[in-house]
């Protein structure tokens, strides 16, 4: 009969509307879980990104740091102290960052890494400058092999520091970037080469004037003396043809509007320059 109840109906309407509710739950949490998911990635893949960046920045500055210390002071002991007190204050920086939230185990491992690199190149450096402090009353020829030796054993230590690690800092890099999808990589510091920024007057080693002027005649001033000559520049090779026939031969590393460092052939030795 049409009047009477159908009570098989009623419970399948009801259970079709309890799994068509079910249903859409399952469909609006599933979208705002991928969401959520999505953004919870997006939050990690930029923190991943934004502690590199600053790791790489401190891995960096040390570098620029150490090639214009020269420009701080013409004290050894000075230069040292500026040196030592500047790799201190980055590993407390790289030390904050590592405690920070959310950063990757990896992370942390290329972080300490890192501070062990500073750590490291700290005694470097104070043999250096103590050796330079230990000679500062010897001048010209008597002081040129001393300085020869004591760059090169800074130089060889300071490379094998800070090469070391690369190759693990490659690998580490690589896995974060497969597991963040990212794209971090090693930004190796490259000093500015700007030959425009030659003519001016430089102070050399704290030792002698330069004065390059822009008609290409040198001037160099040590010890009360004066010599004088013309210079050129090509692929950044920096040449003083001096009036008694000399020749000093710069091989430019770095060259900017402040400071400038090269490779004295004639001498074989590194040498930095700030313009007065």
Not at 21 to 28: G, K, P, Q, S
Not at 125 to 136: N, R
Not at 254 to 270: G, P, T
Request: aromatic share 10%; glycine share 4%.
């Amino acid at each position: 009969m049409s009047g009477a109840p159908q009570g098989g109906n009623i419970w399948k309407n009801i259970i079709i509307g309890v799994l068509t509710t079910v249903v859409a739950y399952l469909i609006v949490h599933f979208i705002f879980d991928k969401k959520d998911a999505k953004k919870e990635a997006r939050k990690k893949r930029e923190k991943i990104e934004t502690t590199w960046n600053a790791v790489n920045e401190y891995i960096n500055r040390s570098k620029e740091k150490f090639t214009t210390i020269g420009c701080f002071s013409c004290d050894a002991v000075e230069m040292k102290n500026e040196l030592l007190r500047e790799l201190d204050q980055m590993n407390k920086s790289l030390q904050n960052i590592k405690e920070e939230e959310g950063v990757d185990e990896k992370m942390k491992t290329i972080i300490d890494r890192t501070i062990r690199m500073f750590e490291d190149e700290k005694p470097v450096l104070s043999a250096f400058y103590d050796t330079l402090s230990l000679y500062k009353d010897l001048k010209g020829e008597a002081v040129l092999p001393i300085n020869r030796r004591a760059q090169q054993t800074m130089l060889n230590k300071m490379s094998h520091i800070q090469s070391r690690d690369t190759a693990d800092f490659t690998r580490y890099l690589d896995d974060l970037n497969k597991k963040y999808k990212t794209k971090l990589v090693l930004k190796e510091f490259k000093p500015e080469i700007n030959t425009d920024e030659l003519t001016g007057r430089w102070e050399v080693d704290c030792s002698y004037t330069m004065n390059i002027r822009s008609n290409h005649k040198a001037t160099i001033e040590s010890s009360g003396e004066k010599y004088t000559g013309e210079w050129s520049v090509d692929d950044n090779v920096f040449r003083i043809g001096f009036d008694d026939g000399s020749v000093l031969t710069h091989r430019l590393i770095q060259l900017d509007h402040s400071f400038m460092l090269f490779f004295i052939v004639e001498n074989d030795v590194f040498s930095g320059a700030c313009r007065k």
